[in-house]
Structures are given as C-alpha cells and as structure tokens.
C-alpha cells in the first residue's frame, strides 16, 4: 500500500500538561500593572477554584482533543486538582483524576496520570485558600491514590500513572524521602524561576536538583520539568544519575521564564511539554529549543550535526523518543515492537512544497501539516463538536477578576 504526498512519522509525546490550564488561553494576556509567572499564577488560580469536576473534564478534553489534532498521541498529565475548592475530598476520592482520564481516553490519547503531591506554599508558609484543592495532609495519602488509580485503570493498557512532586517549594523533604521506593515514573517542576532556587538553597543548603539526588529521587525515574535556571554541578549529577529534563519552551516564553539552556544541559535526556497550553504545537515546541539556542549564540545549527536531516531528527527526536522515554512508554519509533502510535505527514501542504521534507517539517510546520493522527494502531477520531461545546459552555461563566 503506497500513499502518495503523505510521511508517517512517530506520534509526539506530550511530557508536561495541565489540560485544565487550556482554559486560561486568551483571557489572561493583559494586565494593569507588571505580570509575572506569579501574577499568571493567580490567576490560573481563579480559573482552578471555578471549575467543577464537569468543567475540569470538559477542559481537559478540549485540550487533548487540541493536543490529538496536532499529532500528539500521548500526554503526561500533571494532575494537582484533587479535591473540591474548600479542600474537602469528593465521596470519590480520586473523582477529578478519573475525569481527566476519562477526558483522554474519550478523545483517544495514551495518558500517564502524573498524580500530584502537593503540601504547602512554601517554606515555612502554610498552604493558601487558593491552594487547598491540590493539598494532602500526609504523603501516605498521595501514594494510596495512586495505588487506587492503578487499581481502577488496570485493564486500559493505554493509562498508567506516576507520581508528582510538585516542586521543592510545594513539598517538604520528608515527604520526598517517603517516595523513594516509588516504582514508576517520577516528575517534579524543578529550577524553574530564581525564586525557587533561593528558596531551596535557604531551606536545604543545596539546589533542588541536589536535594531530589540526596532523598534518592534523581535517577532514570525522574525528568526535571522546566531547569530554566540550572545551578552549579546540576548538569553533572543529572547525566550520572541518568534523569531526563523536560522543557516547555512555549509555556516559559508566555511566562516570561526565561530559556533552557540547551549548551548547559548536553548529554541529558531532553522532552519536550506544552504546560499552560498558551499553544499546543509540537513542531513549535522542538524548533524552539534549536531557535532559543540560536539567538543565545549568535550563530546557526547549533543542534546540527554534517547530515542534512540531523538537526530534524534530533528536534523530532526530543518530541517523540525522548517524550517516550519520560513516560515510560514504548513509543516514538517506528519500529517492530514498539507502540503503533504515529501520525500522517500532508507533504502536499503548501508550506512544505518544494522543502526537503524533515527539516521543514521540523522547522517550519505547524499542525495544519497533520492530516491524521493513530493511537495503538486505530485513528483516532474524538467527537470534536460535543467536546468543544461542552468546553465553551464550562468557561462561559467564569470570573476572570476586575478588568
Ligand atoms: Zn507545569
């Protein structure tokens, strides 16, 4: 069977996503004094506090349905809403995480449910009103949830869950030294704003990539989301330990985060995750890591190597076979053995006429070029009118405070 004018490529791996956080696109892009990720934060706040498990489900599948038609075909989603606004725990504990499950699954994407561990503000700072919707009181409790998602998904090969250190901030190293022994993936935001690692440094004597080392958590188990502002010798303990990063140059550019890197971090496995989904485009997402390198250097094809398509597939690579390897799948080559989730190329796109295919697709293209996208052999065709609908209908009523 041939198909003429079409390129199969690997499905990307979406490594970090909110998918309620989808919400938030074009409603938080003003401000009346200076904004910052901790001013976005309060906001994304409001939005967090608004929705109720309909609403969480609806955005999140309004999201992975985005994430589906622009050829991702798996999620790792960072789960952090686990309870009513109030804090109290839903008469099914893990309501919100079945929700966001069942969001996409309904649309058709493989998901890690990276179930969140969330304690305080900070240190010393008790958590906030706002805040009490992503809390557990004790990490025992983080790993029982975990333990009854795996129990209630165990006949869905296409679900599995890992574990989510929110951050060093959010969690105290008690709680990181409780998880360990923890058997599966691990992802935690790490050095993301100077804030956090000064923080950390005033808290614990070290960075926070030191401190997830020294609790036996930084090994092949852990992808570091964000490192926007590595610190000394964080490089070095990550290659020896053999963690990956995840980087989310879209979502650190809306923020004002900063870039990663690149040069800094060579040799550690790299991801790629589109976070507050100010977009969701993979192709936007692995050029911008070659891109950002560039304006850093002053100078072209820093990612490069001598052949033609090198620098393509080593772009592609990080969104597919280096998303894979952070959520434990099987995935992000075509090849015998390996998961049949792949999307079709349209080289008849008239961005990509007269190109040399894989340096343009990695380049230049944008979504419109994904004619088709297959999760474990089958398309996959969501029910994109009732999802879209049902999403602009949970968002129509929400507060977004005073303009
Ligand atoms: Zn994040």
């Known amino acids: 069977m041939t198909h003429p004018g079409k390129a199969l490529l690997p499905g990307f791996v979406n490594a970090h996503s909110h998918a309620f956080q989808r919400g938030l696109r074009g409603h938080v892009q003003w401000s009346k004094g200076e904004d910052t990720f901790w001013s976005w934060r309060d906001r994304m706040y409001r939005l967090a506090n608004q929705l109720d498990a309909d609403g969480i489900e609806a955005v999140s599948a309004l999201a992975f349905l985005e994430m589906a038609e622009a050829g991702f075909t798996s999620v790792g989603e960072f789960h952090y809403l686990h309870h009513l ?28 449910l990276l179930r969140v561990a969330y304690q305080r503000a900070g240190p010393d700072k008790d958590r906030t009103r706002e805040q009490r919707r992503f809390c557990d009181d004790r ?53 993301e704003q100077p804030a956090e690692n000064d923080q950390c440094r005033a808290e614990h004597g070290m960075s926070p990539t030191a401190l997830f080392a020294e609790v036996g958590l930084l090994d092949e188990r852990f992808t570091a989301v964000h490192m926007t502002f590595p610190q000394s010798g964080d490089a070095e303990l990550m290659r020896e330990r053999g963690s990956g990063v995840c980087a989310c140059p879209t979502t650190e550019l809306d923020l004002g985060d900063g870039f990663l890197p690149i040069d800094h971090l060579a040799g550690i496995p790299l991801s790629i995750g589109t976070d507050s989904h100010a977009q969701i485009d993979p192709f936007a997402e692995v050029r911008a890591l070659e891109l950002h390198a560039r304006g850093l250097q002053g100078r072209r094809n820093v990612l490069s190597s001598e052949d033609p398509d090198g620098l393509a597939n080593r772009l592609l690579d990080v969104g597919t076979v280096g998303g894979a390897a952070a959520l434990g799948l099987d995935a992000g080559r075509m090849s015998v053995g390996q998961l049949a989730d792949f999307v079709i190329i349209d080289l008849e796109h008239t961005l990509l006429a007269g ?8 380049l230049a293209a944008h979504p419109g070029v994904v004619s088709e996208t297959w999760v474990g052999g ?26």
């Open 355 to 362: 190109s040399r295919p894989l340096p343009a697709i990695a």
């Open 139 to 191: 990490p025992e409790q983080v790993l029982d949830a975990i333990r009854r998602l795996r129990a209630a998904h165990q006949d869905d090969p296409a679900v599995s869950v890992g574990l989510a250190p929110h951050s060093v901030r959010a969690v105290p190293r008690a709680w990181l030294e409780a998880f360990s022994d923890f058997d599966g993936r691990i992802h935690a935001h790490v050095s």
């Open 378 to 403: 089958q398309p996959v065709c969501p029910d994109r009118g009732a999802i879209v609908d049902a999403a602009v209908r949970a968002l129509a009523d929400v507060d977004w405070g005073p303009k």
């Open 85 to 112: 606004p109030e804090g109290t725990a839903y008469g099914d504990r893990e309501e919100l995480a079945h929700r966001v499950v069942r969001a996409a699954r309904r649309v058709g994407l493989r998901i890690n």
